[in-house]
């Protein structure tokens, strides 16, 4: 009987990152907006995108989140080619863009609410009032949108992805609007989403805010400068 | 405190050889809008003159003479009803963005700003009503003295409810809108006394000594209201004036793009925002069901919609009175279709915001569906309602006048549904070369947008009132829902 065959160990299977973009590309008619980016972005991870205004850095988001087709590149979630139809990648990302509105008859609560229990959380009430009482919102929760100021509306809009279930955030500029405090309490709220395992993308001209909670920053301007 | 009229001579003064438009311009443009109000102005009056002498000829049986008769009466309140809830909207009396953040926080006479808007507003008030009437009397075929007895009173009517809008303004508007529900009220009586074949035939008024007393007394007392307004214009707050001068600005902008469904946006957003604050209602069951569910919250907190639709159900009764045979299902739908817009707000804002799609964890259909069950099924048992007029109108069984009632409700609802989700003018797309200018491929269809479908769902009705038409109707308003609500 010959001898049998060591089997060599298998190498540990690669995990793949939360978030993967390859050779992202974005023309608008005869413009390269974006051209060939790569990224990724891990579990308990924060990764800012940085750059002067017009650099794409909404492009990009808007492209990971859905809101756009890319030209070209690859987009992975867990691995998976992204398709931002499928209910399974909508419940893993949680998006705040600058484009956010809410219901005009319904109150602060109550949107909040809807979000968490559309997304079947069990103790809906109980996250929906811990986080009203986060973002300093427990005394407008029964005020109509419409009503709010604009830094009470990027709160709401804050909130609303906080209520819900998520792996990754993607943020376009959300210290828009935001006074000093809400700059520090989002700070610490990204480090506290890190903390706990959750993959955090940003656009931001907050350097404050990068500076607290980015691992990585990626400056887009400088790398499309590059590339041209 | 400063003076009005040095105010606007300093304006005069300032705009002296600056101006951008040269006389002969004006006189061109002045020209160009006298000559398509005339041609316009004489293009409706030969339709209602033509109308009229068409229904003079066809309306033989005793159900339309009565309906020819009373419907007059019901336009013409109409007519005043409408005036006094665009008066409402707008305020009535309102000042542009312009002039409420320059102005209105100077010294300045307020009451002297103000004054020329409220003439203004009187004065189309009263023009409004008064054309609405004579059209509506014209159709009815007044004799010429009864005519203008009818013309002169609405006219009056709606400068007194416009006048006495501006005077409770200060007081949040609190009496103009109990005046608008009874006025509402009375309408819808009057259609109700028509559906229910139980009123006397409404003679036209004649021109009797106490008829032009009345008119006379009418006008004192419309005249007394004005001037009361007038006395009370010092009392009007920034706040009482500023919001309908910020609405005026939105709703042009949307009616210059013909972009119907932002005009529905910014009414929607006008009406919520006089609001503070709500009691908010919490619980409810999860995933889509949430959506379903803040709809019956909505229904809770505005009621006045489903009142809408439910006394809309007089519409088609009235038409089964006027002896419209088979077109009852086609009015029927039509007033559900109108009647049922106001329920899909919700609809309409998961359509035009992109991120509230995008937040919740099910497919865009299923978000879509989820915010139309509530309208729909209240359009369901709207067509339900209308089952015995069907049945008079068309002769069906009572099994097959159910169905077709079904039908219209369905098609009510893929009209309304087709509206609320249509695309807004775009300009990025190839334009169409006209007089006007370049104009977007969908911007003509945005005028027809919701008639069309309306016409499609009744057409199987209209061409075979049956059962099978019903079915085919049905399938058809389905395929349209399913087809809207599932687009990307």
Not at chain 2, 163 to 187: D, I, K, P, Y
């Amino acid at each position: 009987m010959p001898p049998r065959k060591k089997k060599k160990p298998k190498p540990p299977p690669e995990v793949p990152p939360l978030l993967r973009v390859r050779g992202l590309r974005r023309r608008f008619g005869d413009i390269d907006v974006i051209t060939g980016l790569d990224l990724e972005v891990a579990a308990g991870e924060a990764v800012a995108l940085t750059g002067r205004n017009g650099a794409g850095k909404s492009t990009v988001l808007r492209c990971i989140t859905g809101a756009d087709k890319p030209t070209a590149g690859t987009i992975e979630l867990d691995g998976v080619a992204m398709d931002e139809r499928s209910p399974i990648v909508r419940s893993a990302l949680a998006v705040v863009m600058d484009d956010m509105d809410f219901f005009p008859d319904l109150s602060v609560v109550e949107h909040l609410d809807l979000f968490a229990k559309a997304h079947g959380i069990p103790d809906a009430e109980q996250i929906v009032d811990d986080v009203l009482h986060e973002v300093g919102l427990i005394p407008q929760s029964g005020q109509l949108p419409g009503t709010l100021s604009s830094g009470q509306r990027r709160r709401l809009a804050l909130a609303s992805a906080f209520v819900r279930p998520r792996r990754l955030l993607v943020l376009d500029e959300p210290e828009q609007r935001l006074d000093a405090a809400g700059l520090e309490w989002l700070a610490e709220r990204l480090k506290r989403e890190k903390a706990e395992g959750l993959g955090v993308l940003l656009a931001s001209h907050a350097a404050v805010l990068v500076e607290a909670v980015a691992d990585r920053v990626i400056d887009i301007g400088e790398i499309q400068g590059h590339a041209e | 405190m400063t003076q009005i009229r040095a105010l606007r001579s300093d304006i005069r003064h300032w705009r002296r050889g600056r101006a951008t438009a040269r006389f002969v311009d004006v006189l061109g443009d002045a020209y160009i809008a006298l000559f398509a109000t005339l041609m316009f102005g004489s293009m409706i009056v030969n339709v209602v003159v033509n109308v009229r002498r068409e229904a003079g000829v066809m309306c033989t049986s005793a159900g339309c003479h009565e309906a020819r008769t009373l419907m007059p009466w019901v336009i013409g309140l109409s007519g005043v009803v409408v005036v006094l809830a665009i008066a409402r909207l707008f305020g009535p009396i309102f000042v542009s963005p312009a002039v409420g953040s320059w102005l209105l926080p100077t010294p300045v006479d307020r009451a002297s700003v103000l004054r020329p808007r409220l003439i203004g507003t009187a004065f189309l008030a009263t023009v409004l009503g008064g054309l609405l009437a004579a059209g509506a009397s014209t159709l009815g075929g007044f004799p010429l003295a009864s005519l203008l007895a009818f013309t002169g009173s609405a006219a009056l009517l709606s400068l007194a409810v416009v006048s006495f809008a501006a005077l409770s303004q200060s007081r949040a508007g609190l009496g103009s809108r109990v005046l608008l529900w009874l006025l509402s009220l009375a309408v819808w009586a009057g259609l109700l006394v028509l559906a229910l074949k139980v009123g006397p035939v409404a003679s036209p008024p004649e021109l009797p000594t106490g008829w032009v007393i009345g008119l006379i007394a009418g006008a004192v007392a419309a005249l007394a209201i004005l001037v009361l307004a007038f006395r009370r214009l010092g009392r009007l707050g920034r706040h009482h004036i500023s919001p309908g001068g910020s609405l005026a600005p939105g709703l042009s902008g949307a009616l210059a793009t013909l972009d119907l469904a932002l005009v529905y946006d910014v009414l929607l957003a006008h009406r919520w925002h006089r609001h503070d604050a709500v009691r908010s209602r919490r619980g409810g069951p999860s995933g889509p069901k949430a959506l379903v569910w803040l709809d019956l919250v909505r229904l809770r907190r505005s009621p006045q919609t489903v009142i809408l639709l439910m006394a809309a159900v007089v519409v088609p009764y009235a038409a089964e009175t006027a002896g419209v045979g088979r077109v009852v299902v086609l009015i029927g739908g039509l007033a559900g279709f109108v009647a049922g817009l106001p329920l899909l707000s919700a609809l309409r804002v998961v359509t035009r915001t992109p991120s509230l799609l995008r937040a919740m964890p099910f497919p865009v259909a299923s978000t879509r569906m989820a915010t139309l069950a509530v309208p729909t099924g209240a359009m369901a048992l709207f067509g339900l309602a209308t089952f015995p007029a069907i049945h008079a109108s068309i002769n069906l069984t009572w099994t097959d006048s159910v169905i077709v009632s079904i039908a219209v409700g369905g098609a009510s609802a893929a009209a309304a549904v087709r509206w609320v989700t249509g695309r807004p003018p775009d300009y990025t797309r190839p334009l169409v070369s006209t007089p006007a200018g370049g104009v977007p491929t969908n911007l003509y269809g945005s005028v027809v947008r919701g008639f069309d479908v309306l016409l499609l769902t009744t057409a199987p009705l209209l061409i075979f009132p049956s059962a099978n038409g019903a079915l085919f109707s049905l399938v058809v308003s389905f395929g349209v829902l399913s087809y809207l609500t599932g687009r990307e």
